[in-house]
Structures are given as structure tokens and as C-alpha cells.
């Protein structure tokens, strides 16, 4: 048993950490204050290789696999939460969906610029009145000779505003349901009839963009039907099994740095005389997040293996997301006692770290959905 990252792997951990210390963590209260990530840092990404990282070099990818993806992920998320989950938005959901669902013509016409950032694609399931229901779904694509048009609004879509394409799902026959009644396009943002809508204000992740997406009879060629007809709940699945493992690494990132902003400042905070660090209370709280870190770790660098080694991962993802979102909690919720009052200003990273964390229990499906996945998958195998 191996469980030693790729020399590659290495090198591409560096790199990363290395433009998160220089370009991304210096502006992360300035992304929270300003809701908003500058397009020269998406640019920066894009120069890096890394909106290609799991794309296979067949499509003009980097071929790191979803384990490169997570190195990736961990490391922005270790800098800014709104920078990593704009990047995810793109790199995990949005292209990855033309992957997992995507025709061979497709692949070679899409994914090439979706790797170097050249165009940008984003996830669009969620409807008002269709979340953790996403079969309730409202939008509908009807035939129309060759093609398809679309009608309907997408509501928290991430990155929504500055998507090239957005990844739509549609009912097209809502006789057969979910499974079987909804299928996956690719819109281009320019098509007639394509509006994108207000931005949420957010608790957390104030700079990543979630916007609504309305669409008024889009026309659409036939070509930019993503898999079979009726199909699109399969893609949306297999694309969230690996949206829900990446951000699984986002939450890792995301508590690491907590951990190290609580051992700096336990270290240096005086109390009755000596370091907080000193006090059994503040050696328990780091000891837990340290055991919390070492099992995220685990989760999210066995089940990217699991997923490059083209084995079932969809339980372990929903496990991955469900741990590791809660794990984040405790360690944020810790790093946050630890820096007493301090934690509470807005004046400390803390404060927004802990803000940032809290959405990672809700979307890309509920933790309550996950345990409903990994229940029915546990009912169903046994064990
Ligand atoms: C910041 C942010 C970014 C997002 N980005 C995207 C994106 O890029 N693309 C996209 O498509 N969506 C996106 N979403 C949407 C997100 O995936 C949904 O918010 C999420 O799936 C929950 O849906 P909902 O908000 O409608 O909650 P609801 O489905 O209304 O759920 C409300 C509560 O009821 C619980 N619940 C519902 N059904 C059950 C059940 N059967 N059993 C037990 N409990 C249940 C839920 O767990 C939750 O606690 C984003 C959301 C946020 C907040």
C-alpha cells in the first residue's frame, strides 16, 4: 500500500501553494469587502494550467486526475474560499460535466478552451422551487425540428456571470421522470434569450458571483445536447460525485489554514502569564482539529484515487462531502475560541474563514442528501 503523492503531484502542490502565497492570500479581505474576485486572478489560473488540471491531455488538459484537482482546490482554499470555489465552479462542475457527459465530437470541440481558460463553463441545476428536489425541476427543453428550445431560470449559480457556457438541465419529457426525463445542454451565454440575473448577498464566499440564470426561448442546436436525451440526471449525478470530492478538498484547505492561524496566534497570546498554547484546554481543541485534518486528508486523497482509478466512488464522495463540511465546522468553530475575542473582529481571517465555512453543509446537495445517498447505498449493498 502506496500512499505517497506523484512526484508530479508534488511539483504541482508547490506551484500552487506557491501562487496562492504570492497572489491569492494577499487579497482576501479585499475579495470579502469587495464581493468580488478580480478577473486578473481567474486570468493568473488560467495561465497556470490549472482550469485543465483533471482534463485528460487527449483534450488539451494537464491529465493530473482528480487527485490533481484536489491538490489544487486545497491549496487556493488554504488563500481565499470565493477564489477556489470560482475556480471550482469551472474546473470541477462546469467542464467537468462535458467529461463525464459529453459526446467524443464534443469533448475535442469544447474541452481544449475549458482547459486553458480560454472559455468558461458553470453548473446550473438548482431551480427556486427545486433544490435538494432537483427532479421538481421547472425548465423544459421541447423539440423544434433538429433542435431544442429552452425555457426556465437556474437560481445560485456560481460563477454564473462570467460562464462562457452554462450547463443546463432540462425536463424533456416529464412523463418519465427524473431518471429519464431530463436531459444536460451546453448554452452558450451569447444565445438569444439568455439572461443573467442578480447576484445573492452572502454570509460567506462574498466573492464568489451566484446569480440567476433565466432563459426565454433559447434556441439550441442539437449538437449542444449533452449525452442522451433523458440522460441529464445521470450526467448531473456523475458530475456531482466529483464536485462533491473536490470540495471536500476545499474544506481541508479551508481548515488547515484555520489550524495554523490558531497554533500562530495560541502561540503568541499571553494569558496569566504564559501562552495560551500552555493551557491543556487550547492543546485539546488543536489536538481534535488535528485529528479532523488527518481523517479529511484521508477521505479526499483515498476517494480521488478511488475516482482515477475509475472504481465507484459516488458513497465515498457523498461521504467525503458530508465529513469533511462537518469536520470544517469543528475546526473553524475551535479556531474561533481559540482567538477569543479576536476571532469574533472582523479584523482577524478567522472571522471570514468561519463565515466561508458554513455553506460547504449546503450546497452541492445537503448534508441531509448525503446521508440519504450513503443510506439507500447502504441498504441496498448491506453493509
Ligand atoms: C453559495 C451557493 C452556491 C451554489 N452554487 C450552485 C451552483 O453552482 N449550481 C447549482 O445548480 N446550485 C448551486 N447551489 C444550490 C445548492 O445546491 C442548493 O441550495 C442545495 O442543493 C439545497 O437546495 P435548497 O436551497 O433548495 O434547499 P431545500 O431543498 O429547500 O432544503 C431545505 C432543507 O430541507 C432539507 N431537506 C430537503 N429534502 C429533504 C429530504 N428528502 N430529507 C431530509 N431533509 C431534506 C435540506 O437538507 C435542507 O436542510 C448553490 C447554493 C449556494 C448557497
Redesign the pocket.
Known sequence: MDFTLSEEHEMLRQAVREFTDGAVRPLADQIDAQHAVPRELVDQISELGLMGVAIPEAYGGAGMGETGLCIAMEEITRGDFSVAVTYG?HASIGAMSVLVGGTEEQKQRFLPDFASGAKLA?????EAEA???AGAMKTTAVRDGDGWVLNGE?V???GGDIADFAVIYAVTDRAKGAHGGVTAFLVPRDARGYTIGKAEE?MG?RGSS?VTLAFEDVRLGDELRLGEVGQGFRVAMATLDRGRLALGANCLGCAREAQALSVDYANQRQSFGRPIASFQAIQWMLADSAVDLYAMESLVYRTAWLCDAHQPFSRESAMTKLFCSEALDRVVDRAVQIHGGMGYSAEYKIERMYRDAR?TR?????N??QR?VIARDVLKSGA
Open positions: 465552479a458553470c453548473f446550473g441545476l438548482t433544490g435538494s428536489d437556474k445560485w449559480i456560481t452572502k464566499q451566484t455553506v449546503i450546497y452541492e446537495g445537503t441531509e442528501i440519504l
